[in-house]
Nanobody
């Protein structure tokens, strides 16, 4: 089992920044990639970004590239999502996920989610 705990969400104004964190524990050795997804009100959950557990091959949903940055800290078993120039349409619950493979990225474990609200 792998446990994922997100933190760092909150309320921010348009143009602001937030950094989300996801701390992994348990049998993390079985995971090879980490990622972020989000679910906006009334919408399906969508992919945001993914990365290998060693911090390689960051990949983004095309519309978010340039504003969002995914990274890892292996010493802390933590994956981050730096979000800059936030827009109201970024308002969503953000979820961390762990996958046994980078491609395809198939979440085996999910965090509980952290709320991000961007005010206009």
């Amino acid at each position: 089992q792998v446990q994922l705990v997100e933190s760092g969400g909150g309320l921010v104004q348009t143009g602001g920044s937030l950094r989300l964190s996801c701390a992994a524990s348990g049998r993390t050795v079985s995971m090879n990639a980490m990622g972020w997804f989000r679910r906006a009100p009334g919408k399906e959950r969508e992919f945001v970004a993914k990365i290998t557990v060693n911090g390689g091959s960051p990949f983004y949903e095309s519309s978010l590239k340039g504003r969002f940055t995914i990274s890892t800290d292996n010493a802390k078993n933590t994956v981050y999502l730096q979000m800059n120039n936030l827009k109201p349409e970024d308002t969503a619950v953000y979820y961390c996920a762990a996958s046994r493979s980078y491609f395809p990225f198939s979440p085996a474990y999910w965090g509980q989610g952290t709320q991000v609200t961007v005010s206009s």
